[in-house]
């Protein structure tokens, strides 16, 4: 399991947020250095001053006219370098990362939309759909396609890159990479509701092979994955034979198929195809739920399907009354979704 409190652009760990990086230590040194010359300045002025005071009235006129050449040059010139210098920096910046990048050469395509809260996320050439979740192969450009149904929102990994909104009819682009495999969390970072601190995702690197493999489980619809094959690493899949699904997990679907389930999430593969919350095909493979509210894990499930809105507020999410066995069974459906 990642670790949550990780929300640090350090160390930056793909070109663009080395990039934004090093902007970032420009601006600690030209900002050290104006501090230190400006507080050495005033202290000697407070100082000579003083002195002057002593002694009043002996001042030449000549040097006078130095002193304000002096103050001048200082006061006016060289913070407008400094300014300017940073500013090309930043310019320079923006030009060189992806917040602005077509990422026209990607061989790798995502979509994503930010909803009030969490994040759809597709992969239009596998017809692969999944949530708050993104998976890239490393070392090579990833074109993400940005936009939302509802509110403006912001896609921010800062390890990985700098902010781009999510707008309503428009497409914003982002490219992204990672140098190394790993996760790295994102957050929207533009207030969009009650719940916009808990709409949270993970972009998941793999090396390419790795890559490959994930994108092709995804593909399949989960109920015809080979349960003898499981690759989740993450969440322990039901103790379901060879031979087929358990029964837990068979009663299991049918309460989620008989119930008010099928109208907001996807099944692949069955008869639940609803688009209004998360695409749940592949569920069991997520390593969080509600956005990065809780682990995947069987009693962080509990809690979500009985009591969504104790855990968070104002998502899309009805509570659901079952009994303690039907909520077992239901669980263990959504389990066997690898
Ligand atoms: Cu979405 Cu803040």
């Known amino acids: 399991m990642i670790d949550a409190r990780i929300q640090s652009m350090f160390p930056p760990a793909s070109d663009d947020a080395s990039r934004v990086d090093s902007h970032w230590q420009l601006m600690l040194i030209a900002g050290s250095a104006v501090w230190v010359v400006v507080v050495t300045v005033a202290f000697i002025a407070v100082l ?59 061989t790798t395509v995502v979509e994503v939309d930010g ?48 902010k781009v909104d999510l707008v309503p009819g428009e497409t914003n682009v982002l490219t992204l990479s990672a140098d190394e495999p790993g996760t790295y969390w994102g957050q929207c970072a533009e207030y969009c509701g009650l719940q916009h601190a808990w709409m949270r995702f993970v ?30 690493d993450d969440v322990e899949s039901g103790p379901g034979p060879a031979a087929g699904p358990a029964s837990d997990e068979i009663a299991g679907r049918e309460i989620f198929m008989s119930s008010s389930c099928v109208y907001c999430h996807t099944v692949a593969g069955t ?25 995947n894990d069987r009693e962080s499930l509990a809690r979500w399907i009985e009591h969504p809105q104790d855990v968070k507020p104002g998502n899309a999410m009805p509570g659901t009354e079952l009994e303690d066995d039907e909520l077992d069974d239901l669980i263990a459906y959504l389990e066997s979704l690898e």
């Open 271 to 295: 008869e639940a195809q609803g688009t209004l919350g998360p695409d749940l095909t592949h569920l069991a493979s997520r390593q969080m739920i509600g956005a990065g509210v809780l682990p």
């Open 203 to 232: 972009v998941v690197a793999h090396d390419e092979p790795e890559y490959a493999g994930w994108l092709e489980a995804q593909a399949r619809p989960a109920e015809q994955a080979d349960p003898a094959q499981g690759d989740g």
């Open 115 to 162: 909803k009030q809260y969490w994040w759809e996320v597709r992969y239009p050439e596998h017809q692969v759909e999944t949530a708050n979740e993104i998976h890239i192969p490393t070392g090579q450009d990833v074109r993400v396609e940005l936009t939302s149904p509802d509110v403006i929102h912001s896609f921010w990994v800062p390890q990985l890159s700098g």
């Open 48 to 106: 000579r001053r003083r002195r002057g005071a002593e002694r009043a009235g002996d001042v030449p006129e000549a040097t006078q006219g130095n002193e304000h050449l002096v103050v001048g040059v200082l006061g006016a010139v060289v913070p407008a370098l400094v300014i300017i210098g940073v500013m090309a920096d930043s310019v320079l910046v923006l030009r060189d990362t992806g917040s602005t990048g077509s990422g026209a050469d990607a």
